[in-house]
């Protein structure tokens, strides 16, 4: 797959509208009831990029960064505002944030795992693009110190320990990430409502498989 780890401007995805969507089917019985089901194990994310731009000099920006992406042949990283921690947004990341992997004394690279919890219900998200100088880990409630004791995949999204944890040691890991995305369009249309700002209706982004 065609993949630049290049981020999409920041500041251009602030503001910006989106978020998680899902695909269920559902077959209405003759009796009323629903028999629900759903192809998807994971959810997709969405978003549009449009209501970010703010001037003249953001859609150029723009404009530049889907040249360089050849509109939709290459991926790119995308900072979901609402959701790029392993914790809460108004909280610092911390080592013990998610538990990702229970050692069994071989295994020594791990997934990055983020969960959403309500209620009984728990979902577990991979996270494929962790953002460089974030990821902290450790093991059986000890931090690990990285380029020490791990490495870190920036580009999988995975954890490597220099030494497999012990049977039983819960591993665990705070981190920032990004959303592999591409654009779901091949055009950008503009239009300069004056020479101090423009106006972008439309830019879709859309959450790929990596």
């Not at 110190?145 to 030494?163: K, M, P």
Request: hydrophobic content about 40%; charged content about 25%; aromatic content about 10%.
């Amino acid at each position: 797959m065609s993949f630049h780890e290049e981020r999409f401007p920041a500041n251009l995805s602030f503001g910006s509208v989106g978020g998680p969507e899902r695909r269920t089917d559902i077959v209405t019985l003759a009796n009323g009831h629903e028999e629900r089901n759903t192809p998807w194990a994971h959810g997709r994310r969405r978003y549009d990029a449009g209501v970010g731009m703010r001037s003249l000099d953001d859609i150029e920006t723009l404009i530049a960064f889907f040249e360089a992406r050849r509109g939709q042949l290459f991926g790119f990283r995308w900072k979901d505002w609402s959701d790029f921690k392993s914790c809460l947004p108004s909280a610092d990341v911390d080592f013990r944030d998610q538990v990702i992997g229970l050692g069994n004394g071989i295994q020594t690279t791990f997934p990055l795992i983020k969960a959403y919890r309500s209620g009984e219900a728990r979902y577990e998200r991979l996270i494929t693009k962790p953002v460089t100088g974030t990821v902290r880990a450790g093991i059986a409630d000890t931090e690990q110190q990285e380029a020490v004791d791990y490495a870190v995949d920036l580009e999988r999204g995975e954890i490597t320990f220099f030494t497999a944890p012990a049977l039983g040691e819960h591993i665990t890991a705070g981190f920032e990430f990004d959303v592999p995305v591409r654009f779901d369009t091949d055009r950008i249309l503009t239009s300069v409502a004056s020479f101090q700002a423009g106006d972008l209706p439309s830019v879709p982004v859309v959450e790929v498989r990596v």
